[in-house]
């Protein structure tokens, strides 16, 4: 049985079918993977799961370690960028350690306020936080 929990809502802005990026070298839109991350408890690692964010527009959202989120993202450039996660399943992860690094994960996405973009890799930053992407394969 899946649970949905609903957050915060922001417009969204953005668009493009991802799969990888579109548009402009400076254009965001596609299927990103988390490499690894920092806040104010220290070091974001994904370990062996795959977490991922997808920007595309209103259907923005991914997956965490053990949960998959959609998410409101106004901005598909880099620059300024606002990211609010809401609807997310709830399926309590059966390694404590992958909860709090999902926890710590969604907690970051909705206080980044810059995307940056360079070879290839893809930074969220902003409030003392920052997520590093490569461009997802699977």
């Not at 070298?25 to 299927?31: E, N, V």
């Amino acid at each position: 049985m899946l649970v949905f929990a609903l957050g915060g809502c922001a417009a969204a802005v953005g668009g493009g079918s991802g799969g990888g990026q579109t548009g402009s070298p400076s254009d965001i839109t596609g299927r990103w993977q988390l490499v690894s991350g920092t806040d104010a408890k220290g070091p974001i690692t994904p370990g062996s799961a795959v977490v991922t964010f997808t920007v595309n527009g209103a259907s923005s959202g991914g997956r965490g370690p053990c949960n998959s989120f959609g998410a409101t993202t106004r901005g598909a450039t880099t620059g300024t960028i606002a990211i609010v996660v809401g609807i997310h399943t709830e399926i309590a992860c059966v390694d404590p350690d992958l909860m709090t690094t999902e926890t710590r994960y969604f907690a970051a996405l909705d206080k980044v306020t810059t995307a940056t973009l360079a070879d290839g890799t893809l930074t969220l930053s902003g409030n003392g936080d920052t997520l590093v992407f490569s461009e997802a394969t699977k």
